[in-house]
T-cell receptor, first 111, second 114 residues
Framework: GQQLNQSPQSMFIQEGEDVSMNCTSSSIFNTWLWYKQDPGEGPVLLIALYKAGELTSNGRLTAQFGITRKDSFLNISASIPSDVGIYFC???????????FGSGTQLTVLP | DSGVTQTPKHLITATGQRVTLRCSPRSGDLSVYWYQQSLDQGLQFLIQYYNGEERAKGNILERFSAQQFPDLHSELNLSSLELGDSALYFCASIRGPWGNTEAFFGQGTRLTVV
């Protein structure tokens, strides 16, 4: 099936710094979803993107749907300790019958 | 609270046994997706049901099966369990049949096979 390549795999940043991560696909996606997962918990939807070029914010989080429709970016500004977790991108594949996830970006925020 | 309920939260069982995991989707959602997440791994798609019918299959083992009932809750059955089946199992619900709308996840069931 289709795969999403997410990078970086992990990040260590200082509290207060900005963070950027991205997701790419070899195929065109019509939707990009960004999730955050805390240890032992289910993924929580952060932002949904539905249109190429779309830029959407949710508090300190901003995500963009790439113009080529093959990539998406998530930025976190002024990171805080509770931003720690794994961030996943996701999109529909397999004739939109599956929701495929990237491999995740593990974010650690250092005090 | 996502509105998606999974039970049980934890399950410990022996190799060779069979277990059933349960998922109740959000009110009004007709699709249920099942995912497996092994330690330090991503989310692997297993199977999708929409309004009682199977719509998509991922990397689901033959020892695993699922169904969705008329009240829209879904069950994932895992049989002849092996140590490698130990993982977090999540279900997600979506309003319609397609994966291009927002999916909401349950808290997961942590399965430990000993």
């Amino acid at each position: 099936g289709q795969q999403l390549n997410q990078s970086p795999q992990s990040m260590f940043i200082q509290e207060g710094e900005d963070v950027s991560m991205n997701c790419t696909s070899s195929s065109i996606f019509n939707t990009w979803l960004w999730y955050k997962q805390d240890p032992g918990e289910g993924p929580v939807l952060l932002i949904a993107l539905y249109k190429a070029g779309e830029l959407t914010s949710n508090g300190r989080l901003t995500a963009q749907f790439g113009i080529t429709r093959k990539d998406s970016f998530l930025n976190i500004s002024a990171s805080i300790p509770s931003d720690v977790g794994i961030y996943f991108c996701a999109g529909p594949s397999g004739s939109a019958r599956q929701l495929t996830f990237g491999s995740g970006t593990q974010l650690t925020v250092l005090p | 609270d996502s509105g998606v309920t999974q039970t049980p939260k934890h399950l410990i069982t022996a190799t060779g046994q069979r277990v059933t995991l349960r998922c109740s989707p959000r009110s009004g959602d007709l699709s249920v997706y099942w995912y497996q997440q092994s330690l330090d791994q991503g989310l692997q798609f297993l199977i999708q049901y929409y309004n009682g019918e199977e719509r998509a299959k991922g990397n689901i083992l033959e020892r695993f099966s699922a169904q969705q009932f008329p009240d829209l809750h879904s069950e994932l059955n895992l049989s002849s369990l092996e140590l490698g089946d130990s993982a977090l199992y999540f279900c997600a619900s979506i309003r319609g049949p397609w994966g291009n709308t927002e999916a909401f996840f349950g808290q997961g069931t942590r399965l430990t096979v000993v």
